[in-house]
């Protein structure tokens, strides 16, 4: 756990404050992070680097390369999405457009 915090951000010492002591953006790195600890068979991302610095973004990039589940992500960051994922579904005028 320490070290998915370290990379989402969290110095050793902030990484054993309460929760309560953080602001929202930080509590949402908190949970992204509780996330990806615990390895879900399904894991549901939606706009996951919105409260990220560029470092928290690369870090979470290199995570997710590696996961080995099913993973279901929901983002305008289109490098990211490049990145991270085999296949895309794109939502438009109650269309589906599927790219690999």
């Not at 953080?22 to 399904?42: E, V």
């Amino acid at each position: 756990a320490a070290l998915i915090l370290s990379g989402l951000g969290f110095p050793p010492e902030r990484q054993q404050w309460p929760t309560k002591a953080f602001s929202g953006g930080w509590r949402m790195r908190i949970a992204l992070a509780q996330a990806l600890f615990s390895k879900p068979d399904l894991l549901l991302l939606d706009e996951p680097t919105n409260m990220l610095d560029l470092e928290s973004v690369i870090y979470l990039e290199n995570y997710l390369e590696k996961w080995e589940s099913t993973l279901l992500l929901v983002s305008h960051d289109r490098e990211f999405l490049n990145a991270v994922c085999s296949d895309t579904l794109h939502l438009h005028s109650q269309m589906v457009d599927t790219y690999k």
